[in-house]
């Protein structure tokens, strides 16, 4: 890139619990810009699975982080041409990728999941990731999976 980097823009806390990364979640989650909407698909899908999991002592929103803690990947692979062959090399992702990464991973299975609203199928995905299972601790995974099995490029990290 020839200009400086663009600044980050500043997120807000969301209004309910005052965090910045359920503010992010939720810009993943919203479209066509409808931020409210997509506040009240997140904040019943917590709602939903605190009711799923009564005997947990943790609040939904500790239930949330812990779920997206573990479909979080720590490596991906990235193609990378040497000498006319193209290697998948195993690389470590940015601690702000790793995050987008994790919440997008959340909203794709959850949209794919069946489900009556989109609230339920967040929530049984949550509830799914929280318990080390579903779609998107599938994908990451396979995700570590790939970068195990292409441990011997590793060299060609750039």
Do not use: C
Request: proline residues 4%.
């Amino acid at each position: 890139m020839r200009k400086a980097k663009p600044k980050k823009r500043q997120i807000l806390p969301d209004p309910v619990y005052g965090d910045v990364t359920v503010t992010r979640f939720v810009n993943h989650l919203m479209y066509d810009g409808k931020k409210n909407i997509a506040f009240e698909i997140f904040y019943s899908a917590l709602e939903t699975v605190k009711a799923k999991l009564p005997n947990e002592e943790k609040t939904a929103l500790e239930i949330w982080k812990a779920a997206l803690d573990n479909i979080t990947p720590q490596v991906e692979v990235k193609s990378r041409r040497v000498g006319g062959a193209t290697f998948q090399v195993p690389t470590e992702i940015r601690p702000d990728r790793k995050e987008s990464i994790s919440m997008k991973n959340l909203i794709i299975f959850s949209r794919k999941r069946g489900g009556k609203t989109m609230s339920d199928k967040l929530s049984a995905e949550i509830v799914d990731a929280f318990n080390n299972q579903g779609g998107a601790f599938k994908r990451k995974e396979d995700m570590h999976r790939m970068a195990e099995a292409n441990r011997a490029f590793a060299h060609f990290r750039f």
